[in-house]
Structure formats: structure tokens, C-alpha cells
């Protein structure tokens, strides 16, 4: 979190960009050329992803700290979709970004450690010989399970200056299913995963007070939010649901601590596809979906600017 | 579940094989082997992996309905891991085994649909075109986001005859810190996850009393097994923690109902790495383990027969 704050704070911005790629997001020349080559393939889509992601990258490099890549949209183009996963990473960290894997996985502890592997730490192979894999700076994790299955991954953190975001409260609606169900103490079931997620950081906080074991709590419950930065002051904040969600900068305005720290903001449609945002008024064009999302994230970062008094 | 408990009912055996191939697992031999044609790499590892499971899946494929493959143990070897992964998927389909992929995965609604699409059911590419990606026959999931992450998973079990099991009780030590907590209305969280699960499925019961929304509840919680049974009727149980995590046949006992159905019990590492175990006394080396799993898997058949009076 040392890490995440430090760019916060140079960039003047808590942005993340999500790169979650529907292929119906990316312009049809791109996609069109990559059928031509690969045929109407999981290798063409990937190609696809890959150069919609890379020029997005490029557009918001030099004022964005992060980019956030979910998971499921490189897994559900199989193993061409997880090698774009893989160069995506590979380019964010080229370009000085950190890098967040959302997958929100969670396992009991000896299976934990091989996702830990996977994401944040290193895969041992023989002769004691270990090698990064996906080598991202941070994952989402689901803590359903208690402590034993974040337990590996905290290891890594330290070992290897990662972080993980453990789910608190979701920014979807049927979050309230099982997350604002109340405890005998009072308590609500995402306040419980709080207090848990708060303790599981408590001995590992960083010079800007945060430990490398955050929280993810959506920006589309702007009460709870705000209750929750109270409630846990060690932790940081990954809060997705901001802009093609509903999230404004007001909502997100309870995520921060009184210096502007303790949270980044991931908007995920609104920055890949910000040519179509009414705000916009139809000024870009489908090619120029880079341009537009520099411009939205600049839009974007002067929003959160005015909160943060940066 | 239907095609699962014909399966069962066929064989007269619930039992899962869990394939979560650690290398140390696996013979030297083989692993020696590819070390020789590919070097100690990734590549190398996804080789032992894949012919380990192949051996394995040879070696019981008449005897037991299914096979349950932890993604984490492919994902930590990146995208060769991943074709591991889904050439173990396609070959146990060819030797008649139905595959659960055990990736408890969770996100909100649009995302979750990504996820089945993975999985469970087809990913959308150009001009309509759909093609399945791993194709499972279910996959593990977690619920702690409600049923909007559910839903698409439970869309595309109806389409195409595929299940999911949600984590109700998990087997580890630490499910008791969030799971068992007691909300306001006498029930403890994984009783109010159980509630929903079994409320999720309740409209798409087959022939055998079971739905596609099954549930995965700990082998090493006996007691919790029976009472849940009881209170998700139409729920079809994955009970993960038998040999090597501690549970026995009698633990297991009161997840089946009175038909001997309505359960399937995962063993990995017994079965793995069953010419290990002190009930076998040495009889079989490492490069038996193959026929060693398949000793292994009829006692545990037969152990599993007493208690489901097949």
C-alpha cells in the first residue's frame, strides 16, 4: 500500500482504471483485422483485447496510478484470453502502472498459497528454483473463509510488496443478501468481515498507515463507506462502482482519509468506453476510445481532485 | 444433478476424485522426464500434471462418477497450468467422468456471467458464433455476493444441463470466524447462506429431488453435514475434507439421504497420493501410484456403500 500511496500522492490522483474488455467494447477495426488474421477465434479476441487494452493504457499512463484487470474477462477466452491477461500485466508494469488482479479468489490455506503463487508471489518449480507467474501488485480476495485462506497470501505481501483487497461490502444490489444480514452483537455481516479484515493488517502498517491487507467496499453505498473508513483507519479502500455503476465523487467522497489517502477509485465502462458518455456529446469517434477515456480520466481525476484536496 | 446421481446410482459410489496436483505428487520419474524435453519450466510442469492425471483418471474412470480439478493448482503454473487444466477436463469427458471445476469463483452480475460462460456455458464471439471454453460440468462457487452473481451461473445450468455448488460450510479451521457467527434471528451465516442456496434452486428441482444449485459443505463438520441435510432438501452436497483432511465415511454420513443420494464426497490427496498411506503399509512405490489410487478408491467405495446402503 507503501507503493500505491506513494503514486496517489506524486500523481495527485486515486484513479484505477478497470480493464474488464467486453469484446462489443472494442472498435470493430481492431476486432475486424484480428478476425482476418486468426479467424472468428478465442486467439482473435484475445489479439483484440490485448491492442484495445495496450492503447488504453497509453492514453492514461503519465496521470493514472493503476489499472484493475478482472479476471473473468480473460478466462472466458481460455488460455488465449489469460496470455492477453498476461502481456496486459506485463505492459502495465512497463509503463510504471501497478498492477491489480480481480480475482477475488479464496480457498482453504494450502490451496490459497498456490493461488498466492499464481498472482502475488512465485511458483516453485524443481530444485527449489521459483519463478513469478502472472506477477501482479495486488488481488481480490473473497474472506468467506477466514483467516487460514488469506493467511498465504499476507506471507507473500510482505515477502514481495504485494497487497490484497479482501471483499467487504459490494457495490451490487443483492449484496444486502448476506453482507447487511445483523449478528447478535449488532454487528452487520460486512461489519464482522470489516473488523476481521481490519485485524488480519493490524501488525503490518505501512509508512502512509495502511497495511498491505485492504478492503473492497463499493462506491455505490456511500453511507457505509464512509462509516466503514471510520471503523477501520488501517485499511485501505479499492472501491469499484464508480461512474457506468452510478458511483459520483461524492459518493467516494467518505473513502478517504483527512490527507486524501486510503483509497483508490476503479472506473471500469466509463473509462473504456467514454467516446459514448453523453458528457462527451458524441465528440470521438469509436477509434478514438483511447482519446476520449484520457479525457475522461482526466475529467475524472479533477472530480476526485476537488475531494481528495489534493 | 440429475446426470450426476445417475452416474452415482450407475456405480453405486459417490465418490469424487480431487485432482489438485501438487509436483511434489507426482513420481520423479515422469517429472524427470519432462524436465529432459522441456526444461524446468512452467511447460514442464503442466506435462507431469497432465500425465499424473491421465494415470489417475485411467486408473478409477469405471469406478467413480467424477472428478473435481482445483484451479488453483493449474493457475499457478499460468496458462500452461491452464491448458493442463482443460486437457484433463476433455480427457476425464472421454473416460465418461463428469468434471467439477472447483474455482470458487464470485463476482457481481455481469461479471459472474462471464465467469459461466468460462466454465459452464459458451462465450459470445463474432456474428453470434458461441463455442464452449472449458466446459465443465460445474463449478464451485461463492455466494457472499448474493444471488446477482448467481443467477447467470444458474442460466446457463438450465441451458445447458451444467450445476453449480455455492460454499455453505467450508472444511477449514477459520470458516468458524465469519460462517458460524449467530445473526439476529437464531441462525448462524452459513445456515442463512444455506437458506438462500436452497431458495435459489427450490424452482429447478429434477428427477432425482435435486437441483443444479447444489452446495459445498465440509466433511470435517459432521453434525453441521446432518442438520443441513435436513434443512436443504432439495440440495445436492459436494463434501470436501475426506482422508487426508480428517473426515471419515461416518462423518460424512448424514449428508446422503435415505436413498444413498443427494451427495458426492471429494478425496484428493488419499487418492493422489494413496501409496503413501499407512493402510497400504508400503505395498506399492511411487511409480504405482496409479494402482495404489485405484486400491485406495475401492476401499473408499466400499466404506461410502456401507453408509449409503447401495
Known sequence: MDRLMEKVKVLKNPTVMGLDPKLEYIPFSIRKKNIELYGNTFKAAAESILEFNRKLIDAVSDII????????????????????????????????????????????????EAYSSAYLGETLLEDNVTKPVYDADALTVNGYLGIDGIKPMIDDCMKYRKGIFVLVKTSNPSSVQLQDMVVQDGRRVYEVMADLVSEWGKDTVGKY?????????????????????????????????????????????????????????????????AHKLQRWNGKFSEEEFDIACREEALHMRSELQKICNF
Not at 472466458?76 to 502502472?97: I, P, Q, S, W
Request: glycine share 14%.
Open 65 to 112: 496510478p493503476a489499472i484493475k484487470l478482472q479476471l473473468a474477462y480473460y478466462e472466458m477466452y481460455g488460455t488465449e484470453g489469460l496470455k492477453a491477461f498476461e502481456k496486459t500485466v506485463r505492459y502495465g508494469h512497463e509503463k510504471g502502472l501497478l498492477v491489480i488482479a480481480d480475482g477475488k479468489r479464496n480457498d482453504i490455506g494450502s490451496t490459497s
Open 209 to 273: 498507515g495502511y497495511s498491505p491487507v485492504g478492503a473492497v467496499v463499493g462506491a455505490t453505498w456511500p453511507q457505509e463507506l464512509k462509516k466503514l473508513r471510520a471503523r477501520m483507519p488501517h485499511t485501505c479502500f479499492l472501491v469499484p462502482g464508480y461512474g457506468a455503476q452510478g458511483g459520483s465523487a461524492e459518493d467516494v467522497a467518505g473513502a478517504f482519509d483527512n490527507n486524501g489517502f486510503g483509497a483508490i477509485i476503479n472506473a471500469s465502462r466509463s473509462l473504456m468506453c
